[in-house]
């Protein structure tokens, strides 16, 4: 999460257009208020218990051993499986109230801290194999100081695996609901969310940008990207979601990076761009 994410949103389905509002600063991104509701809502619904956490998992691939930095780790449902997967996990979120949710799940050894990645990071330099930063970016107006941190305290070589809003379907949620001249695909845009769970109505405020600028800010922080990725939800979806995945057995929720920190001035910035796309799967809208 992050001035926070971490992460896991939408509705129940996630396949519903959201509708923007317009709401002062403060009353946004409360994750401290709406932390529980948060939690329980995300710990079995469709997009981020079987579509964005299994995604991740997936990319990040043998992580037995590794060190990794789960950024916005919100209450914890990442760092539990990596751990649970051999790892030697470490995370930081800038809500307590999520930080108190991931204690109780994950136990008082847990290396946790409260902080903000709009900030300098409490790590040293060269610290992690991989960092996993889940939903968390497209919290942020300008990714460069955030990025620079997680190249920072990857070791050379490091890895930063990234989800991030699907640039495309947010473009298409404003299209349906009217939007187009207000939130153009190519501009950066800021908008606010309105999300419901169990029962309690939270205002998430959140940032568009297009794809060349996702690019953009990545190589700009010295990464190479290795994978992109537009992934099918996890097999048992299809007997826990029947009617959603019947409607829409593909759909675009999250868009997927492996990120390199090994890039230099000589080496090209896009080696092996692999995407479910590319491979002649094209998602359903």
């Known amino acids: 999460m992050i001035s926070d ?16 509002v317009t709401v002062d600063p403060p009353k946004v991104n409360d994750y401290n208020g709406f932390a529980e509701a948060y939690t329980a809502e995300n710990e079995t619904n ?18 037995a051993g590794r060190r990794i930095l789960d950024a916005g780790c919100g209450s914890g449902p990442l760092f539990a499986a990596l751990r649970d997967r051999g790892a030697i996990v470490s995370g930081f979120d800038a809500s307590a109230g999520m930080l108190e949710l991931a204690r109780r799940r994950l136990g008082d050894a847990a290396d946790l801290q409260v902080a903000d990645l709009d900030s300098p990071l ?3 330099d060269d610290t992690f194999d991989d960092v996993v930063a889940s939903l968390v970016l497209h919290y942020l107006e300008d990714w460069g100081p955030a990025l620079a941190e997680l190249r920072r305290v990857l070791k050379p070589g490091g890895r930063l695996v ?10 298409l949620r404003h299209r349906q609901a009217g939007r187009e001249d207000e939130y153009k695909y190519f501009d ?14 939270a ?6 940008r297009p794809l060349h600028a996702m690019i953009k800010a990545f ?18 979806a299809r007997e826990l979601f029947p009617e959603a995945i019947t409607a829409k057995p593909r759909f675009l929720c999250f868009l997927f990076f492996v990120l390199q920190a090994d890039w230099h001035p000589d080496t090209p910035t896009t080696t092996s761009l692999e995407s479910d796309t590319s491979r002649g799967l094209t998602p359903h809208v």
């Open 122 to 124: 409490p790590y040293p």
């Open 5 to 20: 994410e971490h992460h896991e949103h939408a509705s129940s389905t996630g396949l519903t257009s959201p509708s923007a």
């Open 203 to 208: 205002l998430i405020s959140l940032w568009h």
């Open 162 to 171: 990234v989800s991030v809003d699907h640039p495309f379907a947010v473009n």
């Open 188 to 201: 950066t845009t800021n908008w606010t969310d309105e999300w419901t769970m169990g029962g309690q109505t």
């Open 46 to 63: 469709l997009i981020n218990a079987y579509y964005e956490r299994p995604a991740m998992l997936a990319l990040a691939g043998e992580v």
């Open 219 to 236: 190589t700009g922080a010295g990464f190479r990207i290795t994978v992109i990725s537009e992934p099918e939800p996890d097999p048992a």
